[in-house]
């Protein structure tokens, strides 16, 4: 996965960074504690808090927000989209029970923060942004970071990307009415799908699919959300 996340910032503030971002993980482990009753988990896994700690958030953010960066909340990124709270990062993580062979597709590039959590976990990250100055700015910020097992790709995420499908997992950041078919295709038998299901601002259910031996999805609600819609 390569040397990563060097000179992201003055030493003085990187030690404060760390220290909010221990504060972050304890929120998020509490978090997973208080909604163990909806996820069935009442904690994550070590690689996933792991990559939730190495990854500098504030990295991610806009310079205007930087005092958010390790807030754990969602923080606007322009063009109408957002850096999800942590919290549901680590969740969403955890749903795709990944390891270190695996290659997943995200759809919803944004920032490329969930991008780059992934890519501390998994062999490969395909990740799809229909805005060509999101993808754009992701692709060089990953670089500078040396995420070097990221491709950002300017897409319609709706369609997937059939060119290094099947995946073992596929994750989407925005809230979509139905499960896209390219994605339900493009899923290996056992891999999992995690995204938002319900109308744009109203309500939604993180679901977890996984694909079975017939191609058909088993789905699971996992917990209510709120996240941007999904436009094709």
């Known amino acids: 996965m390569g040397h990563r996340f060097n000179d992201v910032g003055e030493p003085e503030q990187e030690k ?21 009753a909806y996820t069935g988990r009442n904690t994550f896994s070590a690689r996933v808090m792991d ?16 005092a958010q960066a390790y ?14 709270q942590p919290y549901i990062v680590a969740l969403m993580t955890d749903l795709l029970d990944c390891d270190s062979q695996d290659v997943v597709l995200e759809v919803g590039t944004g920032c490329g923060y969930q991008a780059a959590v992934l890519a501390e976990i998994v062999r490969r990250v395909y990740t799809l942004e ?14 500078r970071l040396g995420v070097d097992n990221v491709q950002v790709i300017a ?40 995204i938002p299901l319900g109308v744009p601002y109203g309500a ?29």
């Open 16 to 36: 404060l960074f760390e220290i909010q971002r221990a504060i972050l993980l304890q929120e998020i482990a509490n978090d997973a504690r208080s909604t163990a």
């Open 51 to 66: 990559a939730m700690r190495r990854v500098p958030r504030h990295a991610f953010v806009p310079p205007s927000a930087s």
């Open 71 to 84: 807030c754990n909340r969602p923080v606007p990124i322009g063009f109408g989209q957002t850096i999800s």
């Open 130 to 143: 229909r805005v060509p100055e999101l993808a754009e700015s992701a692709a060089r910020r990953l670089g």
């Open 155 to 194: 897409a319609d995420g709706y369609f997937g990307f059939p060119a290094h499908a099947p995946y073992d997992g596929i994750i989407v950041t925005a809230a979509a009415e139905a499960v896209p078919p390219a994605l339900a295709e493009q899923l290996k038998p056992g891999g999992r799908l995690v």
């Open 204 to 232: 939604q259910q993180l679901v977890r699919a996984v694909k079975q031996p017939d191609g058909g999805l088993s789905s699971q609600a996992v917990l209510p959300v709120a996240f941007v819609p999904f436009r094709h």
